[in-house]
């Protein structure tokens, strides 16, 4: 979930807005540290925290928080088991922020760096209690610039989504952006057909035209670790893509749409073309997890969807979440 976008909407429309973050976990918890959850003051929210009745607890705080004047960031620590009688077991601590109109600029820059780009937030507590936030390039080093005393710790935009470059918009392009809509990805979608595109896609999908022959140019601003998916309508420009990806080594996933017949003529291709047995090795295809049969363009994406969860669950790299964002914690190294 972007959440900054969602305090931004929340504000437009209603005029103010409570930001719900778990920023400690201990033990079992429905969801990491982290995780957030933004509540409108009609009762409407976005996000989860994870359900039950913690998260229903953390309804009525944030409710009660809107109806104060806007102040310090609240903060409570509940055991799961003797306090909400769940069987998590676990500790988890929240924090409650609010927010009103006098926030619109500031909660504005935050919303327009959660596009998948790296960038991390540098916070802290000011002396009011209120969390001020620092937006940081992923290329920069350390943290904001210390107070004396103050304590600072990072938290990532987009609650760790990771990038993904999705080619080809055709159906299954289609059902993939679709799948991947409400799971922690941020999306680039690309295809050389402007037309090939839907009139909208999920929040976290940006629709890319790049006209023949730059679909595969657009890898060279692929961060390291994004995970890569062809599926375009033309055999010869899936090719180029994937050899691309592959001879870059940087990617935690190429994957390319089609049958084993399809990958070993590719492979056979690009070994001819001077690429490596390592690069080629990393090729998956086919695409999607083992045991889901069927070839609608729906099962495919949902498959894919899983795939790349897994694979983002195996190897979260410089996406990782981070799993104490408490006022307590010690600067954390961002992405």
Request: glycine share 12%; aromatic share 6%; charged share 20%.
């Amino acid at each position: 979930m972007r959440a900054f976008r969602r305090l931004v909407e929340a504000i437009e429309a209603e005029g103010s807005a409570a930001l719900v973050t778990l920023t400690r976990v201990e033990g079992s918890s429905p969801r990491e540290a982290g995780a957030r959850m933004v509540v409108r003051p009609s009762g409407g929210f976005h996000g989860t925290i994870g359900g039950g009745a913690l998260e229903w607890e953390a309804l009525a705080a944030a409710q009660a928080e809107l109806k104060r004047v806007r102040g310090p960031a609240v903060r409570r620590s509940l055991a799961l088991g003797p306090e909400l009688a769940q069987c998590c077991g676990g500790r988890v601590e929240w924090r409650i922020e609010t927010f009103d109109r006098r926030d619109a600029a500031e909660l504005a820059n935050l919303a327009a760096a959660e596009d998948g780009s790296g960038a991390s937030v540098a916070a802290w507590v000011d002396s009011g209690g209120r969390v001020e936030r620092m937006v940081r390039a992923k290329a920069a080093a350390g943290g904001c610039e210390a107070g004396p005393g103050r304590e600072e710790w990072t938290e990532p935009l987009g609650e760790g989504a990771r990038p993904v470059y999705l080619f080809g918009a055709g159906h299954v392009g289609r059902a993939l952006a679709l799948a991947l809509g409400p799971l922690p990805f941020a999306v680039r979608w690309i295809d050389s057909r402007a037309e090939a595109f839907p009139a909208y896609a999920p929040a976290n999908v940006a629709m890319a035209h790049a006209p023949a022959p730059a679909p595969a140019a657009e890898l060279m601003n692929a961060p390291a670790g994004a995970l890569v998916v062809v599926m375009t309508h033309s055999h010869p420009l899936d090719l180029e893509i994937v050899a691309e990806a592959l001879r870059l080594e940087r990617f935690g996933f190429v994957g390319l749409i089609g049958s084993a017949t399809k990958r070993a003529r590719f492979l056979s291709q690009m070994r001819a073309a001077g690429l490596s047995e390592a690069m080629l090795a990393k090729l998956v295809c086919p695409i999607g997890l083992k045991g889901i049969a069927g070839k609608e363009p729906a099962v495919i994406a949902a498959s894919t969807a899983a795939q790349l969860l897994a694979v983002g669950q195996a190897d979260l790299g410089p996406f990782a979440s981070i799993h104490d964002l408490s006022p307590s914690a010690r600067l954390l190294k961002g992405p």
